[in-house]
């Protein structure tokens, strides 16, 4: 009871955290994806773009790009417009403007398995085997699946000139190039030398020795464990050396039609065999490399 | 500042009128479908076969199938589990079991053309040539548009244990045996005679007759125009005479590949033939 009113009184003067009842205004933008997704890392390259000047860190990063979960009702009220708010939310369709960055299954799931551990969810003696089912079933977050929240967005926006889709693998391929198309997205003018300098900011070493400083002061990092980074490998197809090949095949099998059609190569099944994730438009990723 | 005390007392309290925002229960089962495509004459037919001996009307259903728009979290924390509760809602990850109910959007878009005058949001005059591009923009209700609402829920759950797809159309042409593959998926035992005294007690007819009478006591109904009526043709391809050829076209080239996934014949010129794309994805059926 004490803990209700408690909330009643934070409600009353908007210090509670909004999730899903905030209230979103029509300039908004969103940079959406499923947990361990990229989203940390494009939200430092957005703002080492566009708040260059506030010097982008673990510690301001949550009042740049907040999310409804960590900042409060009030601080999304009297932020300066157009706002740009991060979200692992699946398909709103109050969100107008969606940046969507989509990253491939397999690697999402050793990313939260990872991430699980450090905080403090699983120990290390957990094994990802019995992880998987548990990711599988969209049981590890309150986000649904990562096939639920693709496929929500994809179904409901792939198309619209308001949503733009990232593969996080592009992003590590050529994230010049596909930081572009976000500065584009947004109407920021960037120089080649502007996209440049915010990569150079976003670099995974970078930060890495920012995480340093400010893991306390993120929501993100705070009360985690300080012995495993959150800027982990920031590389793609790690699931080819660090998965069992059962894993891969589970995972292949349950979300295959949506893996292909995003380019994702699939191992371990006749990929002709399987059919394409269907009622989008025809235009489609080509295939990642490497 | 008074207003946020009053919500702030009635959020501690669990008063508050939920729509997206309640408790949900693994064994809740929810019938879901875009406004103006079924859901209503749905919760009757599912209410008759839940409660086979009681009357079930426009005074009582929201107490057998209730809606969170008109119904406090605090209401439906205390309801008999496995609570069946009707949503409007766009694809949502807590939904465990849904019985998903689609309509041609050509229809929808009708009804709640008829719908929207009933609620005086506009009025007899309004033109549908206006009301059908609202629509087809997802502007006419809080629910996304039809295809983005249609397009959540099929991408992320079709195909997957503990989701039914309905089509209004096929509850129109044969109730009894769409009400019994809803019974079956309820986990019902429910008896042949049950399903046609159920299908019976919820006909159109009854339904306005009840409606005559019970307005005021359902909240989608109450202080609405009483001259139009909330059950209206209570039928399938209304759309043909009711809606102009542009408009026709207009939402077909919207949704042209969700609505032909469902089955609605298309009838503008130029819309391609269905691709081998629009096979459904059946994520864990593929060997």
Redesign the interface.
Request: hydrophobic letters at 40%.
């Given at each position: 009871m004490i803990s209700?009113?408690a909330?009643?009184?934070r409600?009353?003067f908007g210090l509670h955290h909004p999730g899903?009842?905030l209230a979103v205004l029509p300039d908004d933008i969103f940079l959406v994806s499923y947990p361990k997704s990229g989203n940390t890392w494009c939200r430092f390259l957005i703002a080492n773009l566009v708040y260059s000047q506030q010097n982008p860190n673990w510690g301001n990063i949550d009042k740049l790009i907040p999310g409804p979960e960590v900042a409060t009702k009030r601080y999304f009220q009297r932020m300066k417009r157009p706002r740009i708010i991060r979200s692992h939310d699946?398909?709103?369709?109050r969100y107008k403007q969606v940046i969507y960055i989509v990253r491939d299954p397999r690697d999402v799931a050793l990313s939260q398995y990872h991430h699980h551990q450090k905080r403090k969810l699983i120990d290390e003696s957990y094994p990802f085997a019995a992880f998987l089912p548990r990711f599988l079933a969209?049981e590890t977050n309150?986000?649904?699946?990562w096939?639920?929240?693709v496929?929500?967005w994809?179904?409901?926006?792939h198309g619209d000139s308001r949503f733009l889709l990232l593969r996080y693998e592009d992003m590590i391929a050529s994230p010049q190039l596909e930081l572009g198309k976000v500065a584009e997205f947004l109407t920021v003018t960037a120089t080649a030398q502007d996209l440049a300098r915010a990569v150079e900011q976003s670099s995974p070493e970078r930060m890495r020795q920012l995480e340093k400083m400010n893991a306390d002061k993120n929501a993100l990092t705070k009360g985690t464990r300080q012995d495993l980074p959150f800027v982990r490998t920031a590389k793609f197809g790690n699931w080819k050396s660090g998965m069992q090949e059962s894993s891969i095949a589970a995972i292949e099998?349950?979300?295959?039609?949506?893996m292909k059609w995003l380019g994702y190569e699939l191992v371990t099944?006749d990929s002709r065999?399987?059919?394409?994730?269907?009622?989008?438009a025809?235009e489609r990723p080509v295939v990642v490399q490497g | 500042m008074f207003n946020?005390?009053v919500?702030?007392?009635k959020?501690?309290l669990g008063l508050q009128m939920t729509d997206?925002?309640f408790t949900v229960f693994p064994d809740d089962t929810f019938l879901v479908s875009y406004p103006k495509s079924g859901n209503t004459w749905a919760r009757f037919l599912v209410g008759n076969i839940v409660r086979p001996h009681e009357n079930v009307d426009f005074s009582n259903i929201n107490g057998i199938v209730p809606g969170p728009g008109a119904t406090s979290d605090r209401e439906l924390r205390r309801m008999a589990r496995p609570r069946i509760i009707k949503s409007h809602q766009?694809?949502?990850?807590r939904y465990a079991r849904v019985i998903y109910i689609a309509r041609d959007p050509r229809d929808v878009a009708v009804s709640q053309y008829h719908f929207q005058r009933k609620r005086k949001l506009f009025g007899d005059d309004y033109p549908i040539e206006k009301f059908v591009e609202r629509f087809v923009a997802?502007r006419t209700c809080d629910?996304?548009?039809w295809?983005?609402?249609v397009?959540?829920w099929?991408?992320?759950?079709n195909g997957q244990p503990g989701f039914l797809l309905l089509r209004y159309e096929d509850m129109i042409r044969d109730t009894a045996h769409e009400l019994s593959r809803i019974a079956s998926f309820l986990g019902l035992d429910v008896t042949p005679d049950v399903i046609q005294k159920a299908v019976a007690k919820s006909s159109a007819n009854k339904m306005r007759e009840l409606e005559k009478s019970q307005a005021q006591m359902f909240a989608i109904t109450k202080d609405t125009r009483q001259d139009v009526p909330f059950v209206r043709a209570a039928n399938a391809g209304g759309w043909r005479s009711e809606l102009p050829a542009p408009l026709v076209h207009r939402i077909e080239a919207a949704w042209a590949?969700?609505m032909r996934?469902l089955g609605y014949e298309l009838t503008s010129p130029g819309i391609e033939k269905p691709?081998?794309?629009?096979?459904?994805?059946?994520?864990?059926t593929?060997?």
């Open positions: 209700r009113f909330a009643g009184i409600y009353l899903r009842n699946p398909f709103d369709p969209g309150e986000h649904g699946s096939k639920q929240n496929a929500s994809l179904a409901a926006r099998a349950a979300w295959a039609p949506l099944r065999l399987v059919e394409d994730f269907a009622f989008l025809s | 946020r005390i919500d702030a007392a959020r501690a997206r925002d766009y694809f949502d990850p997802g629910y996304a548009s295809g983005e609402h397009g959540s099929l991408s992320t759950r590949p969700l996934y691709g081998a794309l629009e096979t459904i994805l059946q994520t864990a593929i060997s």
